[in-house]
């Protein structure tokens, strides 16, 4: 793999800038397609309840399909609403040819089926990728699936955008689930990666973890990624977002992902930061995934 810098350390991938980069590239497409069409591509978000942290994520989809051009259509439901109520919605959405992609803000409430709700969304607007037939596809060689789920998607173009070679390189997923984890071990497949999965299961996972040319950790465990786990040169691409406390900060908390980065970072040849690596990156790929759609449908 690429060397570290310099300074003997990783070269760092930026996944802000390169997001803002691919933001400027939709929005550029965005207008081309309103020019051709007189129509721009439409999102709709479903979000039930009042979390925190989903609230804060929806504004932030919200204010980026914005900033490219693309049209935001809404439904925020009360956390006691009925499942039947938000199939409803759903369906509606998938009738309006002006949306065209769609997703639900998870976690839903515990009442309802999560399974059963994004599985009524289209799966030519499911802009998430989580419908089944997306992600049969995804795992099928012959096959191509309409969208492919956006972390998965955003680690691939963080790779591809650092000249990070992927064809003939062994790579190593740390976390199996089905948003992230399941779906880039199948992504890096289809690029000829050779890809190896560890998880709460494996016994010994280090080993198998420092075999890797690219390592992608979505775990979710505060930095359990070590520098003795790391292949030396090796891309280290960190998904986790974990919070530990910390009472110089405001907050009484930082933000840290599931690598050791200070630690790691004297040993990969790549890495991304946390925050400002991956977490970027996920929102561009939802717009990418609603463009793509939008053409698809307007342009044939």
């Known amino acids: ?47 039930v309840g009042t979390r925190g942290d989903s609230e804060t994520y929806v504004r932030s989809k919200r204010k980026a ?24 919605v759903v369906k509606e959405f998938n009738s309006n040819p002006d949306i065209h992609g769609i997703l639900v803000q998870l976690p839903l409430p515990k009442h309802m089926d999560s399974y059963k ?38 680690c691939l173009e963080l790779l591809k955008r650092s000249g990070i070679q992927i064809s003939g390189r062994n790579a190593c997923i740390i976390g199996r689930s089905n948003i992230v984890g399941t779906p880039m071990a199948m992504l890096l497949q289809r690029h ?43 891309a280290v691409l960190d998904v986790g977002t974990n919070p530990v406390e910390d009472a110089s900060k405001k907050r009484g908390y930082r933000l840290v992902g599931d690598v050791a980065f200070e630690e790691v970072r004297q ?25 793509e759609s939008a053409q698809r449908i307007l342009q044939g």
């Not at 207008?31 to 051709?36: M, N, Q, T, V």
């Not at 040849?269 to 609603?290: E, S």
């Open 1 to 47: 793999m690429a060397a570290a810098d310099s300074s003997g350390q990783a070269k760092l991938i930026d996944g802000k800038e390169i997001a803002a980069t691919i933001r400027s590239e939709i929005k550029v497409e965005v207008d081309k397609l309103k020019e051709a069409t007189g129509k721009v591509p439409g999102l709709a978000v479903v979000l």
């Open 65 to 88: 399909c914005e900033e490219v051009g693309i049209a935001s259509f809404d439904a925020d439901l009360p956390e006691d609403v009925s499942e039947e109520e938000v199939l409803k």
């Open 117 to 154: 709700v994004t599985d009524a969304i289209s799966p030519e607007k499911d802009v998430d990728g989580f419908h089944p037939a997306n992600i049969g596809a995804l795992a099928m060689r012959d096959r191509t699936p309409l969208f492919v789920p956006c972390t998965p998607k955003g």
């Open 192 to 234: 000829d990666a050779t890809v190896s999965v560890v998880h709460s299961r494996t016994a010994d996972p280090a080993p198998i973890v420092s075999r890797a040319d690219i390592v992608v950790a979505a775990v979710g465990n505060a930095e359990m990624v070590r520098a003795a786990w790391v292949k030396p040169g090796a």
């Open 267 to 291: 040993k990969a040849g790549h890495i991304t930061p946390v925050p400002g690596g991956v977490g970027p990156m996920t929102i561009a790929m939802l717009l990418k995934n609603c463009l």
